[in-house]
């Protein structure tokens, strides 16, 4: 008999050869059925909605069947979607795809496209064209061929070549040595398309493959990367003598008044669900929805250049196998991930998720300046944390939970820039020459955060507040006051960022009341006004991509509207997410509703960039605003020596060892 299976956890591996299995029998053999996705489907949130009050309330949990999708094809060139009940065994549905949808990409394709790029006679006279010094290897990069094209329907992939250099080492930076052609081929028959080249000057113009320039590599690795007299760090440690604070039983996560959900994802990498703090229910799910980099090089193939990471491939899918005291310090729980080969059995993807606490410093503290007693108490955060690989980025996605009940989603950047070749002396306005004959063009990363709140219950409104100068009067006469305005957003739709208002976004639930405040109870979705997507209204980038146009939209909860450019993003021309959700039609006021938040950074790079990039860390809290009648961590210990053990440097005389305090 299979185990209990919680709704909101992450599909199993006996689910998925299941769904898998069902869906073959449903074809003939020659219809040669290949998978390049399959995961659960959240259930529908009416019937959570029930399950979950009576869990919380103790009583006989109704069964809610299991869903999969399943994303396959058949006869090599037709994309189909199966809906698969894992619990009663049947298939609800299955459907044959609109011509030229292109599923995502699984990572058992991407190596054999690289194998058969490499073998290719027309790529081998290319490279024989190179004359390289012996040592050398090509490698290649397959890349999301984009779209630039409204009457392509084939699934296309770009392959940019790289040098591996001459030392031997698998780990050889090949983004250091680019080269200057580029191959594209058909992805489901893997059939050589034709050969794009790569500029190299200042203009559009390419060149014929000539004998390749020899150029120091830029290395990385510390094998390779010259460093041989290194600093000298002493270990610190993160220590809990007495086990964790937290507690994990299935998916579910209890950690000092914090009570939540984690389910890993495919493609979403995971996705919190059910969020209580101190008794009260704050949010139903928060995942990362989606991202799109679009690269600002307008030269072909360049152009093209615009990566839906989720959508593409699979955050989850392309999930790092953490390593203890490498990615998480501490003590640390860790999830699997799940994916599939092509011909639908699942894997297990290690230590995708790692959970752990952390400090981060004070958290709040006063000085009585007239006893000198002080108050302090320690920001203690619980970290989700994931990190994709794909391809050359590296992207760190942590949900933090703070002890004063806020929620910070983190997303940190880091890996190796995209490159590109680059003649001797020549500079370009759209990049930064990065190393000898490379250089990195300008490009954004675009996330969008889906928020689906729950604020004392799922009846919540967004509004945004203003700050405006009070205008001159009896009560204001030195014209010095300010005050707020507050605009409710009362259908789908965005929200114009204003920070020169200071524009702060909330999202409220107008049928309860703060007796203290007496307004509503809310959590205010802070993050700092950004620069959206740098691309024309009428390209195929923004038409792809409308949640990037804006950073805060509001939107009807509605069941399986999950994905900010909608379902499918591999080599698609429109969006059919939020450019079709959030179209003023429907009444968001004191209705169940989900909440975009749009997180972008424009990464102009540098020189020190390269050859792998320092993290770059971007921010989004979800604070509560009125929804306590104090603050709420005032309920947690103080900090004292006792406690925290400490110790002096050499030499620091003893008073200096805590704060003073009677308490």
């Given at each position: 008999?299979?185990?209990?299976?919680?709704?909101?956890?992450?599909?199993?591996?006996?689910?998925?050869?299941?769904?898998?299995?069902?869906?073959?029998?449903?074809?003939?053999?020659?219809?040669?059925?290949?998978?390049?996705?399959?995961?659960?489907?959240?259930?529908?949130?009416?019937?959570?909605?029930?399950?979950?009050?009576?869990?919380?309330?103790?009583?006989?949990?109704?069964?809610?069947?299991?869903?999969?999708?399943?994303?396959?094809?058949?006869?090599?060139?037709?994309?189909?979607?199966?809906?698969?009940?894992?619990?009663?065994?049947?298939?609800?549905?299955?459907?044959?795809?609109?011509?030229?949808?292109?599923?995502?990409?699984?990572?058992?394709?991407?190596?054999?496209?690289?194998?058969?790029?490499?073998?290719?006679?027309?790529?081998?006279?290319?490279?024989?064209?190179?004359?390289?010094?012996?040592?050398?290897?090509?490698?290649?990069?397959?890349?999301?061929?984009?779209?630039?094209?409204p009457n392509e329907r084939r699934g296309l992939v770009q392959f940019y070549m790289y040098l591996c250099a001459?030392?031997?080492?698998?780990?050889?930076?090949?983004?250091?040595?680019?080269?200057?052609?580029?191959?594209?081929?058909?992805?489901?028959?893997?059939?050589?398309?034709?050969?794009?080249?790569?500029?190299?000057?200042?203009?559009?113009?390419?060149?014929?493959?000539?004998?390749?320039?020899?150029?120091?590599?830029?290395?990385?690795?510390?094998?390779?990367?010259?460093?041989?007299?290194?600093?000298?760090?002493?270990?610190?440690?993160?220590?809990?003598?007495?086990?964790?604070?937290?507690?994990?039983?299935?998916?579910?996560?209890?950690?000092?008044?914090?009570?939540?959900?984690?389910?890993?994802?495919?493609?979403?990498?995971?996705?919190?669900?059910?969020?209580?703090?101190?008794?009260?229910?704050?949010?139903?799910?928060?995942?990362?929805?989606?991202?799109?980099?679009?690269?600002?090089?307008?030269?072909?193939?360049?152009?093209?250049?615009?990566?839906?990471?989720?959508?593409?491939?699979?955050?989850?899918?392309?999930?790092?196998?953490?390593?203890?005291?490498?990615?998480?310090?501490?003590?640390?729980?860790?999830?699997?991930?799940?994916?599939?080969?092509?011909?639908?059995?699942?894997?297990?993807?290690?230590?995708?998720?790692?959970?752990?606490?952390?400090?981060?410093?004070?958290?709040?503290?006063?000085?009585?300046?007239?006893?000198?007693?002080?108050?302090?108490?320690?920001?203690?955060?619980?970290?989700?944390?994931?990190?994709?690989?794909?391809?050359?980025?590296?992207?760190?996605?942590?949900?933090?939970?703070?002890?004063?009940?806020?929620?910070?989603?983190?997303?940190?950047?880091?890996?190796?820039?995209?490159?590109?070749?680059?003649?001797?002396?020549?500079?370009?306005?759209?990049?930064?020459?990065?190393?000898?004959?490379?250089?990195?063009?300008?490009?954004?990363?675009?996330?969008?955060?889906?928020?689906?709140?729950?604020?004392?219950?799922?009846?919540?409104?967004?509004?945004?507040?203003?700050?405006?100068?009070?205008?001159?009067?009896?009560?204001?006469?030195?014209?010095?006051?300010?005050?707020?305005?507050?605009?409710?957003?009362?259908?789908?739709?965005?929200?114009?960022?204003?920070?020169?208002?200071?524009?702060?976004?909330?999202?409220?639930?107008?049928?309860?009341?703060?007796?203290?405040?007496?307004?509503?109870?809310?959590?205010?979705?802070?993050?700092?006004?950004?620069?959206?997507?740098?691309?024309?209204?009428?390209?195929?980038?923004?038409?792809?991509?409308?949640?990037?146009?804006?950073?805060?939209?509001?939107?009807?909860?509605?069941?399986?509207?999950?994905?900010?450019?909608?379902?499918?993003?591999?080599?698609?021309?429109?969006?059919?997410?939020?450019?079709?959700?959030?179209?003023?039609?429907?009444?968001?006021?004191?209705?169940?509703?989900?909440?975009?938040?749009?997180?972008?950074?424009?990464?102009?790079?540098?020189?020190?960039?390269?050859?792998?990039?320092?993290?770059?860390?971007?921010?989004?809290?979800?604070?509560?605003?009125?929804?306590?009648?104090?603050?709420?961590?005032?309920?947690?210990?103080?900090?004292?020596?006792?406690?925290?053990?400490?110790?002096?440097?050499?030499?620091?005389?003893?008073?200096?060892?805590?704060?003073?305090?009677?308490?």
């Amino acid at each position: 008999m299979a185990p209990t299976i919680h709704p909101f956890d992450s599909v199993k591996d006996y689910e998925i050869r299941l769904a898998s299995k069902l869906v073959k029998d449903a074809y003939p053999a020659s219809a040669n059925v290949n998978f390049v996705q399959i995961d659960k489907v959240d259930p529908p949130k009416q019937d959570m909605k029930k399950f979950l009050a009576i869990e919380k309330a103790g009583g006989a949990l109704p069964t809610i069947s299991r869903v999969l999708y399943a994303y396959y094809y058949t006869n090599t060139f037709t994309f189909n979607k199966a809906l698969v009940n894992v619990t009663s065994g049947h298939i609800i549905t299955k459907e044959q795809l609109e011509n030229g949808v292109q599923g995502p990409l699984l990572p058992d394709d991407v190596g054999r496209w690289e194998e058969i790029c490499i073998a290719h006679p027309l790529i081998k006279a290319e490279i024989e064209k190179l004359k390289l010094p012996p040592g050398y290897v090509v490698r290649t990069d397959p890349w999301i061929y984009a779209t630039d094209d409204p009457n392509e329907r084939r699934g296309l992939v770009q392959f940019y070549m790289y040098l591996c250099a001459s030392n031997g080492h698998a780990e050889s930076n090949h983004y250091s040595l680019p080269l200057k052609f580029s191959p594209v081929f058909e992805t489901r028959s893997a059939e050589f398309v034709r050969m794009d080249y790569l500029p190299g000057g200042f203009d559009e113009t390419v060149t014929p493959t000539l004998p390749w320039q020899q150029v120091p590599c830029v290395e990385y690795h510390p094998e390779l990367n010259g460093e041989t007299v290194m600093r000298d760090p002493k270990p610190l440690l993160i220590s809990q003598p007495e086990g964790p604070s937290f507690t994990v039983e299935g998916s579910k996560v209890k950690w000092l008044g914090w009570e939540f959900r984690v389910a890993t994802t495919a493609r979403e990498g995971f996705a919190v669900y059910d969020v209580w703090f101190k008794g009260r229910q704050v949010f139903y799910r928060i995942s990362l929805s989606e991202m799109t980099v679009p690269y600002g090089d307008p030269r072909a193939p360049y152009h093209r250049k615009q990566a839906f990471d989720l959508g593409d491939c699979g955050f989850g899918t392309n999930g790092n196998k953490l390593g203890l005291g490498c990615d998480c310090l501490g003590t640390i729980h860790y999830l699997d991930g799940m994916s599939v080969h092509s011909n639908g059995e699942p894997y297990v993807i290690p230590n995708t998720v790692c959970m752990h606490e952390q400090d981060n410093g004070i958290l709040y503290k006063h000085v009585n300046y007239r006893t000198d007693v002080a108050v302090v108490a320690r920001k203690r955060e619980f970290v989700v944390q994931t990190i994709a690989t794909v391809a050359n980025y590296e992207y760190i996605i942590n949900l933090k939970f703070c002890n004063d009940g806020l929620i910070d989603i983190e997303t940190r950047a880091t890996g190796i820039l995209s490159t590109m070749p680059i003649d001797e002396n020549v500079t370009v306005p759209w990049g930064t020459i990065v190393g000898p004959n490379v250089m990195a063009a300008y490009h954004q990363h675009i996330l969008s955060f889906r928020i689906d709140p729950a604020i004392d219950g799922h009846k919540n409104s967004v509004v945004y507040d203003d700050v405006e100068m009070l205008p001159k009067s009896k009560l204001n006469p030195y014209g010095i006051g300010f005050v707020t305005k507050r605009n409710f957003v009362e259908r789908s739709g965005y929200i114009d960022q204003a920070p020169f208002a200071n524009r702060t976004y909330k999202i409220i639930n107008e049928n309860k009341i703060n007796p203290i405040s007496k307004s509503p109870v809310g959590f205010k979705v802070m993050m700092p006004a950004r620069q959206m997507i740098l691309a024309d209204k009428d390209s195929f980038n923004v038409k792809r991509a409308a949640f990037a146009t804006q950073q805060v939209w509001v939107t009807k909860y509605r069941d399986h509207q999950l994905f900010a450019a909608g379902e499918f993003t591999n080599q698609s021309q429109k969006d059919t997410g939020l450019g079709v959700w959030a179209d003023g039609k429907d009444e968001v006021r004191n209705e169940d509703i989900v909440v975009w938040a749009t997180l972008g950074f424009t990464h102009i790079p540098r020189v020190e960039d390269f050859p792998v990039m320092p993290v770059e860390t971007h921010n989004i809290h979800l604070q509560p605003a009125n929804f306590f009648d104090k603050n709420p961590a005032l309920d947690y210990p103080q900090s004292n020596q006792s406690f925290n053990k400490s110790v002096l440097y050499n030499g620091q005389a003893e008073e200096k060892a805590c704060c003073k305090t009677n308490l």
